[in-house]
């Protein structure tokens, strides 16, 4: 499957900020699609995942109550939403697709295909 993430941003401490993942070449909501980031110098961690059909969803703590991920089966498109962004927030978001239903929604590892990744800059 191919990603297509949308662009990232700037925004200030306590903005929004949504992303977009649209795909091609598979339907997501067959697969659990996950969000992941990497800040400058730090690993590549989870932030949220949803399942196949939209009937789970998983959050890193870090974002829990902040963040929300949701599918548009339509669009073939997978959604994050970010509210009350903060500094530690900053990093290279990637979307990616897990083909497997029975890997861990947290390792990126398991996850098959990978989108191109966009920057988002929270400002303090």
């Known amino acids: 499957v191919q990603l297509q993430a949308s662009r990232g941003g700037l925004v200030q401490a306590g903005g929004s900020l949504r992303l977009s993942c649209a795909a091609s070449?598979?339907?997501?909501?067959?697969?659990?699609t996950g969000w992941f980031r990497q800040a400058p110098g730090k690993e590549r961690e989870f932030v949220a995942a949803?399942?196949?059909?939209?009937?789970?969803?998983y959050y890193a703590d870090s974002v829990k109550g902040r963040f929300a991920i949701s599918g548009d089966n339509a669009k073939n498109t997978v959604y994050l939403q970010m509210n009350s962004l903060k500094p530690e927030d900053t990093a290279v978001y990637y979307c990616a697709v897990q083909l497997s239903r029975y890997s861990a929604h947290w390792d990126g590892g398991a996850y098959n295909d990978w989108g191109q990744g966009t920057q988002v800059t929270v400002s303090s």
């Open positions: 949803i399942g196949s059909s939209g009937g789970s969803t």
């Open positions: 070449g598979r339907t997501l909501s067959f697969y659990r």
